[in-house]
């Protein structure tokens, strides 16, 4: 199920992003090269049996969208003169059809965390987290 998570995540990026470089199956970090670029990844955080004598468990985890670019903060957060990136990329996860098109049971929104790097081109990269629950 995180494999179709995934792609279906990918998928709903290199639409709406076509300029930004996939970088999820790359090694850690990103190459400075090809910025803008983002990356993703699902982890869980518990599991449990859905009932006595049904094979599947109610998953709980994490969607994690990874961005990395050189432009400045604003264009990540919105800020005044800014595009909202973060916004953007999570109308993008969260569109119809719903539920990254029903692989997931919830999908919300978590948050947005940015950090950046300093020296002659100031590279930020920053955090957009949704919590999921799956069955599977």
Known sequence: MSE?????ARQRL???????YDATDDPHPMPDSKLPAYAVTVG???????GMGDARYFR???LEITLR???PIDS?????????????FEAAILAAPRYLAG???DIAPEGFEVDHESGAER??????TFSIEVIE
């Open 4 to 8: 179709a998570l995934i792609v279906e």
């Open 14 to 20: 290199a639409a709406a992003f076509p300029d930004w």
């Open 44 to 50: 869980y955080s518990s599991s449990e049996k859905l």
């Open 60 to 62: 709980q985890g994490a």
């Open 69 to 71: 670019t050189s432009s």
């Open 76 to 88: 990540f957060t919105g800020e005044a003169g800014g595009h909202g990136g973060a916004q953007q």
């Open 103 to 105: 692989l997931a049971w």
């Open 123 to 128: 590279i930020s990269e920053g955090n957009l």
